[in-house]
């Protein structure tokens, strides 16, 4: 029983229009999926992924109008990597965030991989990882948009850094309940702190990571807009999926219990920092309701929902996407 790398992550966002806007018309991730938070039904939730929706190339958002900003600190998931194939990508990038008029840093080493951080309108800390051929979680599907080269796309989620005020404890969970393993250390890129901490699972790579900061001098995070709700792992089937709800409780980890989310099903759970955790299947995935082709041009709802579909749509606000 294994983890196979990252699933998606959760962010929140207080413009859904503009947020669509930065994500397929600058970034070039293909809309996969416009649904609603099943916990909250007036309120849209955005899948963007690769060509396929495949997993491990989410990065989906929960529209939350008039959010308030986010405050940056401990107990965080502080970055979302997302892959590109080498580090010609970045040079490319760099070059369209220019002409975007997008938030950048220089090009940088951080855990062996040429990186370019960014953010995104919101302030959401990203950065762009280069692959440049190593061995790991394999890549996504590029989705083509006419002015970004096929081989210079986003092809899935990188690691994602979670910074922390005591690493120990969330470390503990990453590798004795959930079975990461330490793969290394690199400095900070932030000032004379603790090594930032590296742990696999999977067939671990880009797309198998996690990376642990250690800040003792920060608060408490805030989350608002541009702040990231969840960090979910890929589970490959139903069958281990009962297996980790069974693990859960065996560690008297408090968690959800199972949770239909229709397109894969869910546990979440907090790890001792109080960062959320969700662990989701590989299936069904995203063409169970919807055409691979036509996959994210209508509003879908799963078959629990579909009956209060007019409910729901006369609650939801308008939302123009072009």
């Known amino acids: ?25 600058i970034l070039g991730m293909r809309l996969v999926k416009k649904t609603v938070n099943q916990d909250n039904t007036e ?31 401990t107990s965080d998931i502080s970055t979302v990597s997302l892959r590109v194939r080498n580090s010609e990508s970045l040079l490319f990038w760099k070059e369209r965030f220019k002409q975007y008029g997008v938030e950048q840093d220089v090009i940088q080493k951080r855990a062996n991989r040429d990186t370019l951080a960014f953010r995104d309108f919101e302030g959401t800390r990203l950065i762009l990882a280069a692959d ?32 922390v005020a005591i690493a120990e404890p969330t470390v503990g969970v990453l590798t004795e309940v959930m079975g990461f393993r330490f793969v290394g ?4 890129l932030e000032g004379d702190y603790p090594e930032i901490l590296v742990y696999a699972t999977g067939e671990g790579g880009n797309g198998g990571e996690v990376h642990i900061e250690t800040r003792a001098d920060l608060p408490r995070v805030r989350l608002g807009r541009g702040g990231v709700h969840h960090v979910a792992f890929r589970v490959p089937n139903e069958k281990e999926y009962e297996q980790w709800a069974e693990r859960l409780k065996e560690y008297r980890l408090q968690n959800s219990g199972k949770v239909e989310r229709y397109y894969f099903k869910a546990l979440y759970f907090r790890e001792p920092n109080g960062i959320l955790f969700e662990l989701s299947t590989d299936t069904p995935g995203f063409a ?20 209060n579909r007019k409910e729901i749509e006369a609650k939801l606000r308008s939302l123009i996407l072009n």
């Open 43 to 73: 309120s849209y939730h955005l899948f963007y992924a690769d060509a396929e929706g495949t997993p491990g190339t989410d990065v989906t958002f929960f529209d939350i109008p008039h959010l308030g900003k986010t405050y940056s600190g």
């Open 288 to 307: 169970t309701d919807e055409p691979m082709e036509t996959m994210g041009e209508k509003l879908a709802l799963p078959p629990f929902l579909e009956p």
């Open 132 to 163: 440049n051929g190593e061995k790991g979680v394999r890549a996504g599907v590029p989705w083509k948009r006419d002015d970004i080269p096929l081989e210079h796309a986003i092809i899935g989620l990188g690691p994602v850094t979670l910074t």
């Open 1 to 25: 029983m294994e983890l196979l790398g990252l699933h998606h992550v959760s962010i929140l966002t207080g413009k859904a229009e503009k947020n669509y806007e930065f994500y397929t018309k």
């Open 185 to 188: 250390s690199y400095p900070s």
